[in-house]
Nanobody, 120 residues
Framework: QVQLVESGGGLVQAGGSLRLSCAAS????????MGWYRQAPGKQRELVAH???????YYADSAKGRFTVSLDNAKNTVYLQLNSLKPEDTAVYYC??????????????WGQGTQVTVSS
């Protein structure tokens, strides 16, 4: 059993910052990659940022220069630092984890989501 527990969402004014955390727990042998997606009402879920266990990162164009993703392998925790927030960043942010059980089997897991609201 694997759980992803998110925290750090909230309400901020435009230009403000938040730091999202997502801790994976349970039957985890190793992390291949973890990432963050977001979904606004009436829109498709979209990838925001992604990081491999080796430290390679990817950012959506909308996130470049403002957001930073990081991974603490020892704590099985991924972070997303949100800076210079804009109202259009308002969405539910979901954590995703690509895991390995040590026997060559991979699995993908999702967190329950955390709300980020940016006021203008």
């Amino acid at each position: 059993q694997v759980q992803l527990v998110e925290s750090g969402g909230g309400l901020v004014q435009a230009g403000g910052s938040l730091r999202l955390s997502c801790a994976a727990s349970g039957s985890i042998f190793s992390i291949n990659a973890m990432g963050w997606y977001r979904q606004a009402p009436g829109k498709q879920r979209e990838l925001v940022a992604h990081i491999t266990s080796g430290g390679s990162t990817y950012y959506a164009d909308s996130a470049k220069g403002r957001f930073t993703v990081s991974l603490d392998n020892a704590k099985n925790t991924v972070y997303l630092q949100l800076n210079s927030l804009k109202p259009e960043d308002t969405a539910v942010y979901y954590c995703n984890a690509d895991l390995s059980n040590g026997f060559g089997y991979k699995s993908t897991h999702w967190g329950q989501g955390t709300q980020v609201t940016v006021s203008s």
